[in-house]
């Protein structure tokens, strides 16, 4: 296990809170024609936390065509949906926060009959091994574990990362098969003041041995010296760069920043971190939704913006902004307080899912990547809530 090894990488730092993002790859059916790029033939599925489903949507009509949620009890929510990149196969974890039960369920991706299921407390992260292993995280046992596929058996386990005394959380953002790595963003608590900590840390996890083989510290920081407080991030391993969505005594910021040269690129006040923030998969523009709130929520809240900014990757440039006024119904002033970003493989699409629970509700709407314009409304009613979104092919 070179526990000694892995262990002199990990302590005595300490890092921030983190958001996770899933950051969409390419594959061998996303070309890109001479206009600008096609259209993605496949699925988007979105969880609604105000019912309880979820939901499949073609991403060529922007229709939903099914959806379903668990039976064993109104109660269950869905959490995160994984989808295998040969389209096989579906990965959903419920949660019941009423009587804290859990479930795990795999599915045909294509019929949705439920090939097999356990319950374990789950956060499904990546098929693995040719989606041959699903890669899933335990947090209620703090570890790491490899479920077979399609029988869900699980096959072995890691708490190295989890067993550091002053871990708080783990969030995987980004796979990579070629090298068998999976990047980590991590935070841990301070001794003195758990809810405080000083710096981001990312890791390269190699899952095949157990072991993290690069680390980085985010030196993201003030004019005070003190480490920004990280909420999403976005990665970019070609070029060593993560672009996030960070807060600061001051204000919100999106920040590029060069992990591999530790240099600040870029620095744009926005008017709120809460959003997603998400690379396009030709990693050229960055997308990031402040999700807005109505003049007449509170002090505290007045006037946000309700945007999904576009800048550029290279030269942090802002290129567009993408209102999300004036959609909801009878009430124009009202933001869809956008919250998750997802893009076709092909990157003809960026969708978007909205929704809050104390101040109206949202939907899931598609974007045009080549106009930067809202194109359809999957729901117009407004009657969702969406938090969790992920792509799948057909």
Not at 47 to 62: A, G, K, V
Not at 72 to 92: F, H, I, W
Not at 173 to 195: M, V
Request: aromatic share 14%; charged share 20%; glycine share 6%.
């Amino acid at each position: 296990m070179k526990t000694a090894k892995r262990f002199k990488l990990l302590f005595g730092m300490l890092a921030l809170p983190v958001m996770a993002m899933l950051i969409a790859s390419c594959c061998s059916d996303c070309p890109t024609g001479p206009g600008g790029p096609s259209a993605y033939r496949g699925w988007l599925y979105a969880t609604n936390s105000s019912n309880n489903y979820l939901y499949r949507i073609d991403t060529e009509t922007d229709k939903a065509v099914d959806s379903m949620r668990c039976e064993l009890s109104e109660d269950y929510m869905p959490g995160r949906v994984v989808s295998s990149s040969d389209g096989k196969y579906l990965a959903v974890s419920f949660l019941d926060n009423v009587n804290e039960l859990y479930v795990l369920r795999l599915f045909d991706a294509q019929t949705w009959e439920l090939i097999s299921e356990i319950n374990v407390p789950s956060s499904p992260l990546f098929f693995i091994e040719n989606n041959s292993l699903l890669l899933d995280v335990d947090e209620v046992n703090g570890q790491f574990i490899y479920y077979s596929v399609p029988n869900l058996v699980p096959v072995d386990y890691d708490p190295m990362i989890y067993s550091h005394p002053n871990l708080y959380r783990l969030d995987m953002i980004e796979i990579d098969e070629s090298k068998k790595l999976a990047y980590i963003i991590a935070r841990f608590n301070r001794e003195t003041g758990p809810q405080y900590s000083d710096s981001v840390c990312l890791y390269a996890y190699n899952y095949i041995q157990k072991e993290i083989e690069h680390e980085w510290i985010i030196n993201i920081r003030d004019n005070n010296g003190d480490f920004y407080m990280v909420a999403r991030a976005a990665l970019d391993t070609d070029r060593s760069r993560i672009y996030v969505n960070t807060s600061a005594p001051d204000a919100f910021y999106v920040v590029g920043y060069d992990y591999g040269n530790d240099q600040v690129l870029f620095r744009h006040q926005i008017e709120s971190c809460y959003g997603d923030i998400v690379l396009t998969p030709n990693k050229k523009e960055i997308y990031v939704v402040d999700p807005g709130m109505p003049g007449d929520f509170g002090h505290m809240w007045t006037g946000l913006a309700g945007t999904l900014y576009v800048f550029d990757a290279e030269t942090g440039a802002y290129t567009h902004g993408i209102s999300l006024y004036g959609f909801t119904p009878n009430y124009p002033d009202i933001p869809m307080f956008g919250n998750m970003i997802a893009f076709t493989p092909t990157g003809d699409k960026a969708y978007v899912g909205s929704g809050r629970s104390e101040k109206y509700s949202g939907t899931v709407c598609s974007i045009n990547t080549s106009t930067y314009a809202v194109e359809n409304l999957v729901w117009p009613d407004f009657n969702h809530m969406i938090l969790f979104l992920e792509i799948g092919p057909k």
